[in-house]
């Protein structure tokens, strides 16, 4: 089952306290693609380090498109204007995402379909 979920900024803390993830993988450590590098995304990485996950890919500007292969799950944390590319280049993959990005909602019906 694909999942796409969206809190806004508490995103990265319900994520990594069993909230969002739980679930989602059965390991207790997880492989994370992380979608934006801005203070979200490199607070979200902090958080995920420190309790044993690893950033196995980092996607901003300079490699936009790239896919979550071989990650166990997708945290996006992007721009607006990304996000609804980020969120069906995972689902594509078969990779879930939790996504933190606002202002992508009018986009709504067409994540649905996804």
């Not at 739980?22 to 693609?33: D, E, Q, V």
Request: glycine share 10%; with cysteine.
């Amino acid at each position: 089952m694909h999942r796409v979920f969206r809190s806004g900024w508490r995103c990265a803390e319900r994520a990594f306290k069993g909230g969002y993830l739980r679930g989602l993988s059965k390991k207790k450590h997880m492989r994370i693609a992380l979608y934006g590098s801005g203070r979200m995304g490199k607070a979200i990485e902090t958080i995920a380090v420190q309790r044993g996950h690893t950033i196995a890919l980092r996607v901003d500007s300079k490699n936009a498109g790239t896919p979550p292969t071989e990650c166990d799950v997708a945290i996006e944390f992007s721009k607006p204007e990304h996000a609804l590319a980020n969120m069906r280049l995972c689902l594509e993959h078969g990779v879930p995402v939790v996504v933190g990005t606002t202002g992508w909602y009018d986009e709504m019906n067409a994540v649905k379909a996804l």
